[in-house]
């Protein structure tokens, strides 16, 4: 990060001070840019810079916005000083899968995730010349997978449908589902439909997919994602899967990525690491249940349910299967946390269930 000079650091200490956790840090911030169009560029990017190195300090800054706090901050993350120790950084390990490795979950908090784009079936060649003509750095990870640095201005790949963002847990999360010629899919928490584009991309057999949500825009994001990549448009149903909704049919493949703390998202939302309530923990796994309960009626026999969070909490993930298992006579067909790269890349579960 560039020298950040002392007249900087009022500005920073009041956008932190004034950030009540009560939204994305990022929205905040750009919300804060328009009322502040005295700001350049490069305003703009060291005080965004300096309050997400903030941020990643987690619980090691004790709460406290000065000076010190922040310049300690930036050299932490820029690795010029020693970092904290995992346990100062998040001293609540206790909530923390055992599976998972707990210093190298902490520690990779402290660095900023590069950007993930999986490219469109036939675009290939035409994405990476796009990129090497601009001199956009670029890392080809596998036939449909690029990670670029994480402030890399792709938005014209993506407006022109040949990309889309994804993080490489997510990519590897997907690749775990199985699907066969005639397949029934159901994708029935599909937000934006991240995982539906990675398969319909990856897969070219013919099979039937459902995707479902409850927002309405979410799925009308969906709807142009599909359009923009030039895929089939799946059936689209609104649906709350907190309620007693029926649908007609069963799967053969459920996909339940469900609401869950994010907390593995945190290298990417680092806002959250002091942001979050813990108790909110209970209140997720309890709604995890609640969805999976009207969920699993629509599996059918013989079929795989891919339940899945993008959390590293144990009471959201292997302790809610237990509590399938127990309740519902299922059993595990196979169990993955998803650290793709631990220092690089989101950390999600995923347990692929049947009768």
Wanted: one cysteine or more; proline letters at 4%; a neutral charge.
């Amino acid at each position: 990060m560039e020298v950040l000079k002392p007249f900087r650091l009022p500005i920073i200490r009041e956008i932190l001070n004034n950030y009540k956790f009560d939204q994305p840090f990022h929205l905040y911030f750009n919300a804060l840019c328009k009322a502040h169009k005295q700001w350049g560029s490069k305003d703009r990017r060291i005080y965004k810079s300096a309050c997400y190195a903030y941020f990643r300090m987690g619980y090691a800054s004790g709460n406290l916005v000065n000076d010190e706090t922040i310049i300690a901050a930036i050299a932490a993350v820029s690795e010029e000083i020693a970092v904290p120790a995992p346990e100062a950084i998040f001293p609540h390990s206790e909530y923390v899968s055992e599976r998972i490795d707990f210093d190298a979950w902490a520690r990779g908090l402290l660095r900023q995730r590069p950007l993930y784009l999986v490219m469109v079936r036939g675009k290939e060649e035409a994405c990476i010349k796009y990129l090497e003509d601009k001199g956009i750095v670029f890392e080809r990870l596998r036939n449909s997978c690029l990670r670029l640095p994480a402030d890399s201005k792709c938005d014209d790949l993506t407006e022109r449908g040949w990309v889309w963002v994804m993080d490489l847990a997510s990519q590897e999360a997907a690749d775990l589902v199985q699907v066969g010629q005639g397949d029934t899919v159901w994708d029935a928490c599909s937000g934006a439909g991240g995982k539906s584009l990675y398969l319909c991309n990856k897969i070219n057999i013919p099979f039937s997919l459902v995707c479902s949500d409850k927002r309405f825009g979410i799925l009308e994001n969906l709807k142009t994602r599909f359009r923009a990549s030039g895929l089939k448009l799946p059936r689209i149903e609104l649906t709350d899967l907190t309620s007693g909704f029926q649908l007609s049919e069963k799967f053969d493949k459920i996909i339940l990525d469900v609401p869950c703390s994010g907390s593995g998202t945190w290298g990417r939302t680092p806002e959250n690491i002091t942001g979050f309530d813990l108790q909110k923990i209970d209140m997720y796994a309890d709604l995890q249940r609640r969805i999976f309960a009207n969920v699993l009626p629509h599996l059918k026999p013989g079929g795989l349910l891919y339940y899945m969070t993008c959390s590293v909490f144990k009471e959201e993930n292997e302790g809610n299967v237990a509590f399938f298992i127990e309740h519902y006579g299922l059993k595990i067909h196979s169990e993955h946390y998803l650290p793709a790269d631990a220092q690089n890349s989101d950390y999600l579960y995923c347990a692929v269930l049947k009768f």
